[in-house]
């Protein structure tokens, strides 16, 4: 079934869910309305949001959410967080990609 983002966002927020990642195709720009409120409320919850290499996102750069590296990373807390970093970054150094 297909959801919108800030469905997703909702559903980490309110414990439905532990995780949702965000891989775009190559050249697509995430738009920060996409985004933002759903950051805001994941947040507040006790969740953490980063690109896909654990940098927190930056609205402050316009429309899109520039120098975004690869992906969106939500997750209902910083242990699970970490853990799915690393694995992402152990994919990446194992691929070639």
């Given amino acids: 079934m297909r959801v919108y ?4 966002y909702a559903a980490i927020a309110r414990g439905d869910a532990e995780l949702f990642m965000k891989f775009a195709r190559t050249g697509y720009k995430e738009k920060i309305w996409d985004h933002a409120a759903g950051v805001v409320i994941v947040e507040e919850a006790g969740g953490v949001v980063t690109d ?16 975004l590296d690869r992906g969106i990373i939500v997750c209902s807390g910083a242990t699970l967080h970490e853990k799915i970093v690393d694995a992402v970054y152990a994919s990446w150094d194992s691929s070639s990609l």
Avoid at 5 to 8: A, F, G, T
Avoid at 62 to 67: A, D, N, Q, V
Wanted: charged share 25%.
């Fill in 5 to 8: 983002s800030m469905v997703k």
């Fill in 52 to 67: 896909a290499g654990g940098r927190p996102l930056d609205f402050s750069k316009g429309p899109y959410l520039e120098g």
